[in-house]
Every structure is written in C-alpha cells, then in structure tokens.
Nanobody
Framework: QVQLVESGGGLVQAGGSLRLSCAAS????????MAWYRQAPGKQRELVAS???????NYVDSVKGRFIISRDNAKNTVYLTMNSLKPEDTAVYYC???????????????WGQGTQVTVSS
C-alpha cells in the first residue's frame, strides 16, 4: 500500500510563512508528478503547484512569486514553502503524487489526507 502523509499546516498571521511537507511511503517504484492542491470552504479544489521528477514546476497565478514547490526524490517527499501568506490562502492543502508501485506498474494518482492552513488578517 501507499501512504501520503502531510505535515506543517497551522495558523499564521498574514504576511507570515509556512512550509508544508508530504512524504510518500510504501512499495513505490517510481514517482513522476507531485503536486499540492487546496480547497477553501465552499470552493472547488484547485491546483496550487506541481513539480515533475526532473524539477519542472508550475504554479497557479495567485501564488506565483510567493510559494515555492520542491521535492527530494531520494526521500519521496514534496515541499511547499509559502511566503507572504494572505487570508485568501486559507484552505485545506492536499498533496498528490502520480506513482507506480512494485505490484502495479501503471501510474496512479494518490492523495494525502490534507492539512489545514489558516491565515489570519
């Protein structure tokens, strides 16, 4: 089985910073794309940032210049460094990994349980 475990969420004042981590564990053979999504109350889940195995990144316009996605392939871990946080960044943040396991070579999308980020004004 595969697990994605997020950590690093919490309460922060506007203008502050947080760093989220997401570690994938289990019988993993390869991970291609890793990403962070978020879902605010009453809104649809949106893609915040993604990163390929080679390090190519993509960001939603609202976080460009403030958030940085990175990954440690040796640790199967993806990070999201969030700077200059705004109240509108408040949401549950989910990590996602497209990966193959030792039992199934087809790449599938796996999700973490989510971590709450609350930014106070």
């Amino acid at each position: 089985q595969v697990q994605l475990v997020e950590s690093g969420g919490g309460l922060v004042q506007a203008g502050g910073s947080l760093r989220l981590s997401c570690a994938a564990s289990g019988i993993i053979s390869s991970i291609s794309r890793m990403a962070w999504y978020r879902q605010a109350p009453g809104k649809q889940r949106e893609l915040v940032a993604s990163i390929t195995f080679g390090g190519s990144t993509n960001y939603v316009d609202s976080v460009k210049g403030r958030f940085i996605i990175s990954r440690d392939n040796a640790k199967n871990t993806v990070y999201l460094t969030m700077n200059s946080l705004k109240p509108e960044d408040t949401a549950v943040y989910y990590c996602s990994a497209v990966l193959a396991t030792l039992l199934d070579t087809r790449s599938r999308d796996y999700w973490g349980q989510g971590t709450q980020v609350t930014v106070s004004s």
